[in-house]
């Protein structure tokens, strides 16, 4: 029984094309000169995703879709493996820098703004209800955990907790 591929997590393509300037990892052509030869960018796994089963940064690279497609189930060669992996990894905090900021938005509180999370969590009486009771029972040492629970950042957390004046009242 095989295991369904799951789709790139959001922005991600996007922010692997600008971290390697919308150009091709193997050719350099950019995203712009591939429509020319009738083509695209892909974002291809250099450890085939059936093997490692996850998307990782440094497992990934943009391609034209063209020699994705032709390379189709095929594995780059060991030499070229090796070359896509150090530029991936010299590329991944790049990449994550980037992917941060697509999927975080400014959200305006009164005038002041703040990074949050665009899955507009806060917008839930029930999650600030929620922060509100465990920042108290839990204080700043809480904070990781009440941001997991809620699938945000801790810089989120702490901006909602200046917001309703608690933070720094544990």
Wanted: charged content about 30%; proline content about 2%; some cysteine.
């Amino acid at each position: 029984m095989s295991e369904k591929r799951l789709p790139l997590p959001d922005n991600l393509s996007k922010a692997i094309l600008e971290a390697w300037g919308d150009k091709c990892a193997a050719t350099g052509i950019s995203k712009t000169e591939a429509k020319q030869y009738n083509t695209t960018l892909h974002i291809d796994h250099i450890e085939p995703w059936i093997i490692v089963k996850k998307h990782e940064v440094t497992n990934l690279i943009p391609l034209l879709a063209r020699l994705n497609l032709l390379k189709g189930k095929m594995e780059f060669s060991a030499a070229a493996k090796t070359l896509f992996k150090e530029l991936a990894l010299s590329r991944a905090a790049k990449v994550k820098e980037i992917w941060d900021r697509l999927n975080h938005k400014k959200i305006e509180y009164d005038g002041r703004l703040f990074r949050g999370s665009t899955n507009g969590v806060w917008r839930n009486a029930d999650n600030v209800a929620f922060l509100a009771n465990e920042y108290r029972a839990k204080g700043k040492e809480g904070l990781s955990e009440i941001a997991e629970k809620l699938n945000v950042s801790i810089a989120s957390c702490r901006a909602k907790l200046m917001y309703e004046g608690l933070y720094g009242s544990s």
